[in-house]
């Protein structure tokens, strides 16, 4: 599988990634709002093979992409479109980005491609996605993929000590 946008390409994990993913998993801005404390090669490297288990089921019904820069054939995050069973009506995207590549455009651009693939693919209606409230940066992206804020869920998670709020778009 695999898609392109003007500067980035989207496509299938390979097993030889996870050393790219465990880079940018270290991060502490990465890791801020995710409920990992670390990123220890072993759970990367599970986090790869979950992937590549996906992409030879039949029907393949969820795309975790690798996103590649173009320019620099760097892998810089992940993408995904996904439903929860065949057959579903709806399906969900979610996204995670090297924090080097922040405030770049590249997770609009990322999550833009794999919602006119998850439309035109599946014909699902609608596609939503969660992200922690907190964060603000990846509600923007939502917004500016033109998804609306569906709710608030309060408390909603709980990780790090504390209680995290979800918000919700569709």
Same mark, same amino acid.
């Given at each position: 599988?695999?898609?392109?946008? =003007?500067?980035? /390409?989207?496509?299938?994990?390979?097993?030889?990634? @996870?050393?790219?993913?465990? &880079?940018?998993? *270290?991060?502490?801005?990465?890791?801020?709002?995710?409920?990992?404390?670390?990123?220890?090669?072993?759970?990367?490297?599970?986090?790869?093979?979950?992937?590549?288990?996906?992409?030879?089921?039949?029907?393949?019904?969820?795309?975790?992409?690798?996103?590649?820069?173009?320019?620099?054939?760097?892998?810089?995050?992940?993408?995904?479109?996904?439903?929860?069973?065949?057959?579903?009506? =709806?399906?969900? /995207?979610?996204?995670?980005?090297?924090?080097?590549? @922040?405030?770049?455009?590249? &997770?609009?651009? *990322?999550?833009?491609?794999?919602?006119?693939?998850?439309?035109?693919?599946?014909?699902?209606?609608?596609?939503?996605?969660?992200?922690?409230?907190?964060?603000?940066?990846?509600?923007?992206?939502?917004?500016?993929?033109?998804?609306?804020?569906?709710?608030?869920?309060?408390?909603?998670?709980?990780?790090?000590?504390?209680?995290?709020?979800?918000?919700?778009?569709?």
């Amino acid at each position: 599988m695999k898609l392109e946008t =003007e500067r980035l /390409i989207l496509r299938d994990f390979v097993k030889e990634d @996870w050393q790219a993913v465990a &880079a940018y998993n *270290a991060d502490p801005l990465y890791l801020r709002y995710n409920d990992a404390t670390h990123a220890t090669p072993e759970r990367v490297q599970e986090f790869i093979s979950w992937f590549l288990d996906q992409q030879v089921q039949e029907p393949r019904i969820k795309f975790h992409m690798a996103v590649i820069l173009k320019s620099s054939n760097e892998l810089i995050g992940n993408c995904n479109v996904r439903m929860d069973e065949v057959n579903a009506v =709806e399906a969900d /995207i979610g996204y995670e980005l090297d924090p080097k590549y @922040w405030n770049h455009g590249y &997770a609009t651009e *990322a999550t833009h491609a794999v919602v006119d693939f998850g439309f035109s693919h599946f014909g699902v209606h609608p596609i939503w996605a969660h992200c922690v409230a907190d964060n603000i940066g990846s509600a923007h992206v939502l917004e500016k993929l033109g998804m609306k804020l569906e709710g608030r869920l309060r408390e909603h998670q709980f990780y790090k000590d504390r209680w995290w709020d979800t918000l919700m778009y569709g």
